[in-house]
T-cell receptor, first 114, second 111 residues
Framework: NAGVTQTPKFQVLKTGQSMTLQCAQDMNHNSMYWYRQDPGMGLRLIYYSASEGTTDKGEVPNGYNVSRLNKREFSLRLESAAPSQTSVYFC?????????????FGPGTRLTVT | GENVEQHPSTLSVQEGDSAVIKCTYSDSASNYFPWYKQELGKGPQLIIDIRSNVGEKKDQRIAVTLNKTAKHFSLHITETQPEDSAVYFCAAHSGYSTLTFGKGTMLLVSP
């Protein structure tokens, strides 16, 4: 099992450009998440999908959109990138049933917006 | 919503010493408390967790304690080794689909 995979690993954008970060999991998990990690700020939830067909805002959703394409895939889109969106982005998944709340994280995407 | 505070933000110890990281949470309904370890350039990985019906849990050199009354939980690492050097995150789950994370502790173990 590959677990949680993310593409790309690195990306540099100019202000105003758009891009989509891709995430896929092969563990048949119900829930998927997008976090951003900034120095001294920990992991902040951007959006999540509790189950296929649903998405909800997290703590810092402004400037982002998400799509739960199917049970395996959850993408994060930046429509018009800003320097404040320079960060490391992590996707995670969890079973979230029968009190199984453990989240499994991907390797991250390091995004720089100039 | 839930709020998780984590201390200290950095911790330096000598190899063989013990390390303790502490977290407090605000939502008394929280029932699951995981700890994640993040090595440089990688995603966080679960190392131990505890549920609200248990006061302490051990796994070899690591242990977690939970005080529901005071709403705090702690990670204890004994006989630290250089490979324990990493960033550690605590988190709390309060019955929705999400975890709320602390801001992290950078642990440095010197040989």
């Amino acid at each position: 099992n590959a677990g949680v995979t993310q593409t790309p690993k690195f990306q540099v954008l100019k202000t105003g450009q758009s891009m989509t970060l891709q995430c896929a999991q092969d563990m048949n998990h119900n829930s998927m998440y997008w976090y951003r990690q900034d120095p001294g700020m920990g992991l902040r939830l951007i959006y999540y999908s509790a189950s296929e067909g649903t998405t909800d805002k997290g703590e810092v959703p402004n400037g982002y959109n998400v799509s739960r394409l199917n049970k395996r895939e959850f993408s994060l889109r930046l429509e018009s990138a800003a320097p404040s969106q320079t960060s490391v982005y992590f996707c995670a998944s969890s079973e979230n049933l029968r009190e199984d709340y453990e989240q499994y994280f991907g390797p991250g995407t390091r995004l720089t917006v100039t | 919503g839930e709020n998780v505070e984590q201390h200290p933000s950095t911790l330096s110890v000598q190899e063989g010493d013990s390390a303790v990281i502490k977290c407090t949470y605000s939502d008394s309904a929280s029932n699951y408390f995981p700890w994640y370890k993040q090595e440089l350039g990688k995603g966080p990985q679960l190392i131990i967790d505890i549920r609200s019906n248990v006061g302490e849990k051990k796994d070899q050199r690591i242990a977690v304690t939970l005080n529901k009354t005071a709403k705090h939980f702690s990670l204890h690492i004994t006989e630290t080794q250089p490979e324990d050097s990493a960033v550690y995150f605590c988190a709390a789950h309060s019955g929705y689909s999400t975890l709320t994370f602390g801001k992290g502790t950078m642990l440095l173990v010197s040989p």
